[in-house]
């Protein structure tokens, strides 16, 4: 009998402005399971708009996180779909003890195994990054005011979408994202360490995307 293949539920932790997405994206390409990200799920969800999201919409122009009840159902209806089957990459998501525990328990019993890639970066270059950053609301491709600037100021390189700040992108709310980040999110930290997953903290603060992307794939597959 063949072994079945590992199947991973690999987790991008980090602050906000740690580079998640960016890795996300290019893990997508690389492992050819499709990226999950919550923040972008939740936008989604607002522009269809359901009134029933009034308090969604509030909490994430606050910058504090959703309810668990209601992140923890949508992440469930994705990982449902066909393409999770094989494995799946989570931007964002878990952020709270309780996403934590939801997400161990769902692949406990499906036989997947969790690998968290922990982005670590400076406090002040998460602020200088984050109100540097502009987004296509097209394709989504992200950009840096100093980092990563668009070839034509305030226009996609893709598609040539005029790009946009996000809402919760204002120092303010950018300094709550923070500050929700270490007193809900941190903490999963030891729970990963307690429950014996493979954590690989990685230093996210100097290299350019394309460099980090390397190290990340050799940490997770040492040659
Ligand atoms: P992000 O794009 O990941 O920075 O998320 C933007 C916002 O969406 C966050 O500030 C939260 O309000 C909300 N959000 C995203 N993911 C989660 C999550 N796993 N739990 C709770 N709220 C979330």
């Not at 997405?21 to 936008?43: C, E, Y």
Request: net charge neutral; aromatic share 6%.
């Amino acid at each position: 009998m063949t072994p079945s293949p590992v199947r991973n539920a690999v987790v991008l932790f980090g602050s906000p402005g740690s580079g998640k997405g960016t890795q996300a994206k290019l893990l997508t390409g690389r492992l050819g399971v499709p990226q999950i990200s919550t923040g972008d799920m939740l936008r989604a969800r607002l522009v269809s708009g359901n009134s029933l999201d009034l308090a969604v919409r509030a909490n994430m122009q606050a910058g504090a996180l959703v309810s668990d009840d209601v992140v923890n159902c949508m992440v469930e209806e994705r990982l449902a779909q066909p393409d999770c089957a094989l494995g799946f990459i989570l931007d964002g998501y878990p952020r709270t003890a309780d996403q934590a525990h939801h997400l161990s328990l769902w692949c406990e019993s499906r036989g997947f195994d969790e690998v968290v890639i922990y982005l670590l970066v400076d406090y002040n270059k998460v602020i200088a990054r984050l109100t540097g950053r502009r987004q296509c609301p097209r394709c989504g491709t992200l950009y840096n005011l100093t980092t990563r600037p668009p070839a034509v100021d305030g226009v996609c390189d893709r598609d040539g979408e005029r790009l946009v700040t996000r809402e919760d992108d204002q120092e303010s709310v950018i300094r709550e994202r923070l500050e929700q980040y270490r007193r809900q999110t941190v903490p999963l930290l030891e729970y990963f360490r307690q429950r014996g997953r493979r954590l690989l903290e990685i230093d996210a603060s100097n290299d350019p995307p394309e460099v980090l992307f390397q190290k990340i794939c050799r940490s997770i597959q040492p040659a």
